[in-house]
């Protein structure tokens, strides 16, 4: 064990907010697994507890065993991995339009293991880390969009059209966060307005042709439709109700909460444990509560764009960037929609509901970040120690002891 701890390397900010993070997890997915085992009628408090903590265990394994890897090792394995990620996604969208009620083309189910798994966070991260590649290559090179069309915007597109069909807001963030890093990359803005349009003018045939035959998405268009229709207009529906449920949560937490467990909310809100858990969080905890956690999710956006900035080559500082703002922003969208600001959308909070494998993508995601923070803090060391050497040498031997 204490050969496991002095084999931790990177930035110890961030492995401090991320364990903060995942141990405070816990208090909200045990209350609020109550609405699964008593409304629902699935399993028990206990095991549902125990469940999350084998994910997060297995989700800093992985973080672990990623920020050993070198992270130049990353550009290689993105090329191996983008079509490994293609073809789960199609496998994913070709097996049916649902398993037991629920939308299976979102999900796989891995074998003898029983685990689902959805292909499409898997896919994020290693377009992410793909964009950023390309990035890196072009960097300081004068390009046309005709010649990036291929290499880039083909395999940002397929992963899309990919994903959906079944995952709308997915779909979107990705999009969004990969023209976000490609204006951090120095991509050229004209360009990036073309495929700004290009992209609208494939939604919209998307939607005309899920209009034509709606039966082909399993009316995926139609739930959108709703949401957000609810969302302005404010009418009755299912969206809305969550909504209703989720605003009375955080009206009744006031200040400082009602405290861990009593939650009255949790028994009404179906996503109580999961897509609204942040609204559960309040009502317990309040608006001190609420605004902590706030806090901690940008004390890690700023521990990014460190972490980015000290990085000494391109590809480095886009890596970072590139798996780590979307954590932020989706943590940001979970709170903007339980506090009405955003269309529910059915994003998790990262590190803090209970799911399942989303949060390995979110772990695999701090990995790789860490990964890139390793040669910089080793870097620092060696300067720090250089420094001591020409002021005093004592000191250096004293450090040595």
């Given amino acids: 064990m204490l050969d496991l701890v002095r084999n931790i390397k990177g930035d110890k900010a961030i492995w401090a907010v991320v364990a903060l993070l995942a141990l405070f997890s816990f208090l909200p997915v045990y209350s609020a697994s109550s609405n699964l085992v008593y409304v629902v009628g699935k399993g028990t408090t206990t095991g549902h507890l ?13 973080i672990y065993g990623v920020h050993r890897i070198p992270a130049h090792y990353f550009k290689g394995l993105s090329l191996i991995a983008m079509p490994i990620v293609i073809v789960l996604l199609i496998f994913t969208l070709a097996q049916g339009t649902t ?11 891995v074998p003898l293991v029983g685990i689902s798994f959805q292909t499409s966070n898997l896919a994020a991260v290693v377009l992410m880390i793909y964009v950023a590649r390309y990035l890196t290559k ?9 010649e990036s069309m291929l290499p880039l915007w083909l395999p940002v597109f397929l992963v899309l059209i990919l994903i959906l069909p079944a995952n709308f807001s997915t779909a979107a963030i990705i999009f969004s966060m990969v023209l976000l890093l490609c204006f951090l990359g120095g991509y050229p803005i004209k360009y990036l307005l073309n495929i700004v349009g290009t992209g609208l003018l494939g939604l919209t045939l998307f939607i005309l ?47 400082m909460g009602k405290g861990a467990g009593k939650s009255v909310q949790k028994n009404f809100l ?25 806090f901690f999710y940008l004390f890690l956006l700023f521990r990014i764009v460190v972490v980015a900035n000290a990085n000494p080559t391109i590809f480095g500082k886009l890596l970072v960037l590139g798996v780590g703002l979307p954590i932020v922003f989706q943590a940001l969208i979970n709170m903007a929609v339980a506090v009405e600001l955003f269309p529910v959308t059915g994003q998790t909070l990262p590190l803090i509901s209970s799911g399942g494998t989303s949060s390995w993508m979110t772990c695999l995601a701090i990995g790789i970040i860490l990964s890139a923070s390793v040669k910089e803090t080793a870097k620092k060391s060696k300067q720090r120690i250089s ?14 002891l």
């Fill in 50 to 62: 125990l469940k999350h903590a084998l994910l997060l265990v297995l989700g800093f394994g992985i």
């Fill in 99 to 109: 398993i037991g009620g629920a939308n299976a083309s979102r999900w796989i189910r």
């Fill in 138 to 146: 072009i960097k300081d090179k004068t390009i046309t969009f005709k």
């Fill in 209 to 255: 042709v899920a209009k034509a035959a709606p039966d082909m998405f399993n009316n995926r268009v139609d739930t959108w439709e709703k949401r957000v229709e609810s969302f302005l207009n404010g009418e009755d529906s299912e969206a809305d109700y969550q909504i209703e449920k989720a605003k009375i949560a955080i009206a009744t937490g006031g200040l």
């Fill in 270 to 294: 179906p996503q109580s444990s999961s897509d609204f858990i942040y609204a559960i969080i309040i009502e317990e905890y309040g608006l001190v509560g609420g605004f902590a956690l706030m």
């Fill in 387 to 400: 420094k001591i050497d020409e002021s005093n040498p004592l000191e250096v031997l004293s450090g040595q």
